[in-house]
């Protein structure tokens, strides 16, 4: 079966301008998680979705951060008014019913630069 | 106390040698140790977890040893092979978190043929 898709791959944006990244979890997973991966060190932790509800969202670092998924399928990251501090490789990654030991299956990424 | 701290930060090992990694860890809650895997240009996939009810956990050439009184655990790749090349990440998460992983900075792992 198809693993987690991430669309675009790279997004090149200039600062101030707005983004929306996009994720296709595996299907019939309930719970998508959003991280971000800086150069050289592990993911962090942005939001956490089950089903169409954002379950902790404290990762998220500020206001221009903003997730959604409607139909508790397919989810969104947008971010606002972009920074160069932005820029990072945006993981999403989906898991059958989000417990704790639950494998999180990971996408590819969107690699973000701001410029 | 949320911080796994990995080391080293890179490695060198000889085809056919033994690769080690290690993780410390301070959150006495924490009860799930993942390790993943990853590729340039690909996401992070899960190679191995363990709890720490057990000392040890053996996966093909993969194997987890845990030491819950020193809080640390440790991944030794036995045989390790050029296929090997890649960024390990330990993690952990607590039952209180029941979701969020808490990942180390990583260790890029070369195997020189």
């Known amino acids: 079966g198809a693993g987690v898709s991430q669309t675009p791959s790279n997004k090149v944006t200039e600062k101030g301008k707005y983004v929306e990244l996009r994720c296709d979890p595996i299907?019939?997973?309930?719970?998508l998680y959003w991280y971000r991966q800086s150069l050289g060190q592990g993911p962090e932790f942005l939001i956490y979705f089950q089903g169409t509800g954002a379950a902790d969202d404290s990762g998220l670092p500020n206001d221009r951060f903003f997730a959604v998924r409607p139909e508790g399928s397919v989810s969104t990251l947008k971010i606002q008014r972009t920074e160069r501090g932005d820029s990072a490789v945006y993981l999403c990654?989906?898991?059958?019913?989000?417990?704790?030991?639950?494998?999180?299956?990971f996408g590819p990424g969107t690699r973000l630069t701001v410029l | 106390q949320q911080q796994v701290k990995q080391s080293p930060q890179s490695l060198i090992v000889q085809k056919g040698g033994i690769s080690i990694i290690n993780c410390a860890y301070e959150n006495t809650a924490f009860d799930y140790f993942p390790w993943y895997q990853q590729f340039p240009g690909k996401g992070p996939a899960l190679l191995i977890a363990?709890?720490?009810d057990v000392s040890e956990k053996k996966e093909g050439r993969f194997t987890i040893s845990f030491n819950k009184s020193a809080k640390q655990f440790s991944l030794h790749i036995m045989d390790s092979q050029p296929g090997d090349s890649a960024t390990y990440f330990c993690?952990?998460?607590?039952?209180?978190?029941?979701?969020?992983?808490?990942w180390g900075a990583g260790t890029k792992l070369i195997i020189k043929p």
């Open positions: 990654a989906s898991s059958l019913s989000g417990g704790g030991r639950d494998t999180q299956y």
């Open positions: 299907s019939g997973h309930t719970a």
């Open positions: 993690a952990a998460s607590a039952v209180n978190s029941n979701y969020q992983l808490i």
């Open positions: 363990i709890r720490p």
